[in-house]
């Protein structure tokens, strides 16, 4: 028996049986509609587990024995139950879709009837094998694609072969089992993105199929390819209890809710698999405000570096005016007394001998200067030696065995106490109110293990919790201040997911502080975020000469613009061309804003000395080039969806480019890009 559910650019294709769970054997539109498959949905609990026994989430017990019960559907949502009677659970699957975006958003919901009560251990918001029957491939076809990430070095994206990623070729009729390999990804603690990325792809190694997916959450979560007698099997899911210490104990009237997973499907290879997650991406956003994208001039990066005084700002606020900015941003220090003050922070009042005239003078000159004044907050965070850390009730914080989380010198505030809320919602009400703020860069630098067991949960619950419980508190600020804008940091891009930016409207992409080493950051953002989400750092400075100056402005033109740079030292020329950049990427917007990302260079793999990265839009299509030091003069650009066009080249940024050479060969869809100089540069160019 099946169930079939589509939104037009993709369709999903459910099989069941009475003895059997139901699976997902298919989301291609117009593909198969049987085939081998997996439990829809695993469940790891106390006192049932797996069989045979493994590390993974496959094979668990209760996924086996859960039967199908119904289903409901609408044009935009299905919801699929299944019950298990050895247990009690009811486990709900949910697919949220909108038309024409070949992807859907889906998260696993468990309730337990009658009066007995399960701990459950870990529960997966996805699990399928349809990729193989979809791709009409076998796992020896396959290929992985995964990401690393890291302070200032993010987004380093792998494609390796499926076997060859941990999926080990064995003879599962001599052995009575399939092999119990697996390739797995996890994220620990609440950088969600501190040392892999939530996103993934199965590809056909011929690029004629793919399947994609993000995990959208904020905190911990896990993911893993791996063989069953039924097939390879991708399996998706938050925390669990091997990795995470997370558990729940489930009972009637009060169930769990696993953490939403985005899956999409296309045919192509990995280029078409990231646009794909772009669509999906633009089509959950929860906020849909600023569609103006405005371009903020930050103060930190390798400008005041933490070091604000009204002295300072007055120059660089003129100067960032003048040459295009919309909002100002004061990072990081203006809170500062005595430049002490990583570990005091808390109360985020403005510095009395920072600011002698008033924050307000800053604030003020800020508007009177056209823009919208900004700050930056860490609001998650309190000092060891902050009069706060002694003023707020102890289960405000984190704690541990009665101990509060330390790290870094900070406490961390757990966002499910009422004290804790109110105290940030103080902060951001009291900046708002006072000083006009429109603009809050969301800082987040610290990690606070494996959570709390406040409330005698898990660990990994608590941090579950809180992880939720600040997704609450940030929506509440959106719905009190509707034209307040956030920016999603930790540490640069240390919780880059969409359960933030969702919400938020710009993500930092690095703290890389050398412009050399920012452009494969740069190029890869997109395959995380949207474009017009993607703040790369444009730090250009007086020192630096015109070809200088020009790659790192480069940097940013095709994501957001995200200024700094000590403009107030410039002279005119230098000044002019910053403007020169910023105004070119204001004209670009509304198509940076409808785009889908490419990599004629490839995404995965890239080590070499030539940087590209590129954005289709309707009509045109872009690409930021860089050539890094040591690069050949020459590099062969393959742009495939523009194969046999006459295509038009000319360099949108720097205008004037005479170093700069470029031929298109139209039979193989090849931009060749010379660059005649003997420095490292940068152009943006436009493909029409």
């Given at each position: 028996m099946t169930v079939t559910w589509s939104t037009g650019a993709i369709r999903l294709v459910f099989a069941h049986a009475e003895d059997r769970p139901v699976s997902l054997v298919s989301l291609r539109p117009g593909g198969p509609t049987e085939g081998a498959g997996v439990p829809l949905v695993e469940v790891q609990a106390l006192g049932h587990g797996r069989f045979p026994g493994s590390h993974r989430y496959a094979d668990t017990t209760i996924g086996a024995r859960l039967r199908y019960r119904s289903h409901v559907a609408s044009v935009d949502e299905l919801r699929i139950v299944q019950h298990d009677p050895v247990s009690g659970l009811v486990v709900t699957s949910a697919f949220q879709g909108v038309a024409g975006v070949p992807a859907v958003r889906t998260w696993t919901q468990v309730d337990v009837e009658g009066e007995g009560s399960v701990c459950l251990q870990a529960v997966t918001s996805l699990s399928t094998g349809a990729f193989l029957v979809d791709a009409g491939r076998s796992v020896d076809e396959l290929d992985l694609v995964h990401g690393d990430s890291d302070w200032v070095a993010e987004s380093r994206w792998h494609r390796t072969p499926l076997r060859e990623a941990g999926l080990v070729s064995m003879d599962p009729t001599v052995h009575h089992h399939a092999s119990r390999s697996r390739f797995a990804l996890t994220s620990r603690s609440s950088w969600s993105t501190g040392e892999?990325?939530?996103?993934?792809?199965?590809?056909?190694?011929?690029?004629?199929?793919?399947?994609a997916w993000?995990?959208?959450?904020?905190?911990?979560?896990h993911w893993e390819v791996g063989e069953t007698v039924a097939g390879a099997y991708v399996a998706v899911l938050g925390p669990a209890d091997a990795e995470h210490q997370w558990s729940r104990v489930v009972s009637a009237g009060d169930g769990f809710t696993t953490v939403p997973v985005s899956v999409a499907v296309v045919e192509g290879g990995v280029d078409e698999a990231f646009g794909a997650l772009t669509r999906q991406r633009r089509a959950t956003?929860?906020?849909?405000?600023?569609?103006?994208?405005?371009?903020?001039?930050?103060d930190y990066m390798n400008t005041l570096m933490g070091d604000p005084t009204t002295e300072k700002l007055l120059p660089l606020i003129d100067a960032a005016a003048e040459v295009g900015a919309d909002y100002f941003c004061v990072d990081a220090g203006w809170y500062d007394e005595d430049g002490k003050w990583w570990d005091s922070v808390g109360e985020w009042r403005p510095s009395r001998t920072r600011f002698p005239g008033g924050f307000g003078e800053v604030t003020d000159r800020i508007r009177e200067r056209g823009m919208v004044p900004g700050i930056w907050l860490e609001p998650e965070v309190v000092g060891v030696r902050s009069a706060l850390a002694r003023s707020l009730p102890g289960e405000a914080f984190f704690q541990r065995q009665g101990a509060r989380v330390g790290e870094h010198g900070r406490f961390h505030l757990d966002f499910r106490h009422p004290a804790a809320v109110?105290?940030?919602?103080?902060?951001?009400?009291r900046l708002v109110?006072?000083?006009?703020?429109?603009?809050?860069?969301?800082?987040?630098n610290i990690m606070p293990g494996a959570g709390t067991d406040v409330g005698g949960v898990a660990p990994g619950e608590g941090l579950l919790g809180h992880n939720r419980a600040h997704l609450a508190w940030l929506d509440a600020v959106l719905a009190r201040h509707p034209d307040l804008l956030l920016e999603n940091c930790a540490s640069g891009a240390m919780r880059m997911d969409y359960a933030m930016l969702s919400r938020l409207h710009l993500q930092s992409t690095s703290d890389q502080q050398n412009p050399l080493l920012y452009p494969p950051i740069a190029a890869a953002a997109p395959a995380?975020?949207?474009?017009?989400?993607?703040?790369?750092?444009?730090?250009?400075?007086?020192?630096?000469?015109?070809?200088?100056?020009?790659?790192?402005?480069?940097?940013?033109?095709?994501?957001?613009?995200y200024l700094a740079g000590r403009v107030d030292l410039m002279d005119a020329a230098q000044r002019a061309l910053v403007r020169e950049a910023v105004t070119v990427h204001k004209g670009l917007r509304p198509e940076i804003a409808a785009s889908v990302p490419f990599w004629p260079l490839g995404l995965t793999n890239r080590t070499g000395p030539w940087v590209a990265q590129g954005l289709r839009a309707a009509a045109n299509s872009y690409?930021?080039?860089w050539r890094l030091p040591d690069a050949p003069p020459s590099v062969d650009l393959p742009v495939p969806h523009l194969r046999g066009q006459d295509v038009t080249v000319a360099p949108v940024f720097p205008a004037g480019s005479p170093e700069w050479a470029f031929e298109w060969h139209a039979a193989g869809g090849v931009l060749r890009a010379t660059y005649r100089g003997a420095h490292p540069s940068a152009v943006v160019v436009r493909l029409a």
């Open positions: 892999h990325l939530p996103c993934g792809v199965l590809v056909a190694r011929d690029d004629s199929w793919a399947l993000q995990v959208e959450h904020n905190g911990a979560w956003l929860r906020n849909r405000r600023a569609l103006e994208l405005p371009v903020i001039f930050n109110r105290h940030v919602d103080e902060v951001v009400d109110g006072e000083f006009g703020v429109g603009y809050i860069k969301l800082d987040y995380s975020v949207l474009p017009e989400q993607a703040g790369n750092w444009a730090y250009a400075q007086p020192g630096m000469t015109p070809s200088e100056a020009a790659f790192t402005l480069a940097t940013g033109v095709l994501g957001r613009l690409l930021t080039v």
